[in-house]
């Protein structure tokens, strides 16, 4: 299993940069994200826990599920389906106050079940999960801010 770590500061308030990034239709902000949409609400919030989103990315297919949601500080999901498939540990977003605006932590942790997976993840596929989850927080500052990128 490998861990993609992806940070930015968004020059927004805490709560605008939370709702924009928990809203997966966001996503298709990005060129990177081909199709986003809510499957099925969660408990309390639209994205809240038990939420499933389904997102088309030019790397695959995923079908996550929301696991835990505390606005405006951190939100976690689990991947229970991809193409190409994977294994999936962890995903998680926190959100911290930071001078200038919002730090967002993007995190997960996975694997590829072929052998030399790991090797895999570490060389090629996660520094693309990293750039699709870079992309998908510039559109995210682009949305809030008029201004594209942010800093790490």
Do not use: K
Not at 1 to 21: G, N
Not at 104 to 128: K, M, Q, S, Y
């Amino acid at each position: 299993m490998e861990t993609v770590t992806v940070r930015r500061v968004i020059a927004a308030p805490i709560d605008e940069v939370f709702d924009w990034c928990a809203t997966t239709t966001n996503y298709t902000r990005s060129p990177l994200v081909l199709r986003a949409r809510l499957a099925r609400h969660g408990q309390g919030a639209p994205y809240g826990v038990g939420a499933v989103r389904l997102h088309t990315w030019l790397i695959g297919w995923f079908r996550e599920r929301i696991t835990a949601y505390h606005p405006p500080r951190e939100f976690s999901y689990v991947v229970e389906r991809s193409f190409p498939p994977a294994r999936h540990e962890l995903g998680r977003m926190t959100f911290t106050e930071v001078p200038g605006g919002t730090q967002v932590v993007w995190t997960t942790r996975v694997g590829l079940p072929v052998p030399f997976g790991d090797a895999l993840i570490r060389r090629v596929a996660g520094p693309v999960v990293a750039r699709v989850f870079g992309r998908i927080l510039d559109a995210a500052s682009t949305a809030l801010t008029g201004r594209p990128g942010g800093r790490a």
